[in-house]
């Protein structure tokens, strides 16, 4: 993605991936979220879908850690 997410055309070249993927959806106002965090939202909701299934790709090692031991890798 090339725009940033808060502005209209980084907003737009997000839809039509997510509708692609099984998330379309019709921009409209939702009491306390922001229109840019419903596309993050969906784009998690995608993602844990195909951690489920075992199709995702892991960026980083696996025994990747922070200071906390949360694992420090990209999924997509």
Same mark, same amino acid.
């Given at each position: 993605?090339?725009?940033?997410?808060?502005?209209?055309?980084?907003?737009?070249?997000?839809?039509?991936?997510? &509708?692609?993927?099984? /998330?379309?959806?019709?921009?409209?106002?939702?009491?306390?979220? %922001?229109?840019?965090?419903?596309?993050? %939202?969906? %784009?998690?909701?995608?993602?844990?879908?195909?951690? &489920?299934?075992?199709? &995702?790709?892991?960026?980083?090692?696996?025994?990747?850690?922070?200071?906390?031991?949360?694992?420090?890798?990209?999924? /997509?």
């Amino acid at each position: 993605m090339l725009s940033r997410t808060r502005r209209p055309d980084g907003f737009a070249e997000r839809l039509d991936p997510l &509708a692609r993927h099984g /998330f379309p959806w019709e921009p409209r106002p939702l009491p306390g979220a %922001a229109r840019d965090d419903v596309l993050d %939202a969906m %784009a998690v909701c995608r993602t844990a879908l195909l951690i &489920a299934e075992g199709t &995702a790709t892991r960026l980083g090692p696996e025994h990747e850690r922070d200071r906390y031991g949360l694992p420090m890798n990209i999924w /997509f």
